[in-house]
Structures are given as C-alpha cells and as structure tokens.
Nanobody, 115 residues
C-alpha cells in the first residue's frame, strides 16, 4: 500500500522559514520522481518543485532562489525547505510521487504566511 505523509506545515510570519517533509512507503522510492505541489485558497493546484532520481531539480519561477527540494533515498523521504516566505505562499502543500507511470498523492499540509 502506497503512503505519502506530509508534515511540517504551520503558521509563519512573512520572511520566515518552514521545512516540509514527505515520508513515503509502498513503492520503489529511489526511482520515483518526487514533487511538491500547492493549492492556494480558491485557486488551482500548481507545481512548486520536483526532483528526479538523480537529484536534478526543477522549480516554479515563483519560488526559485527561496525554496529547495531534496530527497533522502535511504529514508524514503522528500523535503521542501522554504525560506523568505511570502503571504502569497499560503496554500495547502501536497507531496506527489510519480512511480512507474502512476501518480500517488499525500493528504496535504497547510502553510499559512502572515503579513
């Protein structure tokens, strides 16, 4: 059974930092593409960052230079370090794994950035 469990969300002031973690199980983590998406209130879900099995990463323009995605294959964990947070980063953040052509989603974690 595939499980993706996000943690680390919360309330932070603008300019602050948070680190999100995604604990994965039930699939071959080291070969999966791991993604972080977010869904702001009243808006569509959008890709924030992804990391390939070789460690290569891609970022949305809105978070470049502020967010860093990483993975630990030994622990089957993906993380998103978020610095210099802005109120517009407020959203539910979701972890997604792409493994053997199938998407698996976590339940999401709320991030709220106050001005």
């Amino acid at each position: 059974q595939v499980r993706l469990v996000e943690s680390g969300g919360g309330l932070v002031q603008a300019g602050g930092s948070l680190r999100l973690s995604c604990a994965a199980s039930g699939f071959f983590f080291s070969s999966a593409v791991m993604n972080w998406y977010r869904q702001p209130p009243g808006k569509a879900r959008e890709l924030v960052a992804l990391i390939f099995s070789n460690g290569g990463a891609v970022y949305a323009d809105s978070v470049k230079g502020r967010f860093t995605i990483s993975r630990d294959n030994a622990k089957s964990t993906a993380s998103l370090q978020m610095n210099s947070l802005k109120p517009e980063d407020t959203a539910v953040y979701y972890c997604k794994a792409l493994s053997l052509g199938t998407d698996f989603w976590g339940q999401g974690t709320q991030v709220t950035v106050s001005s």
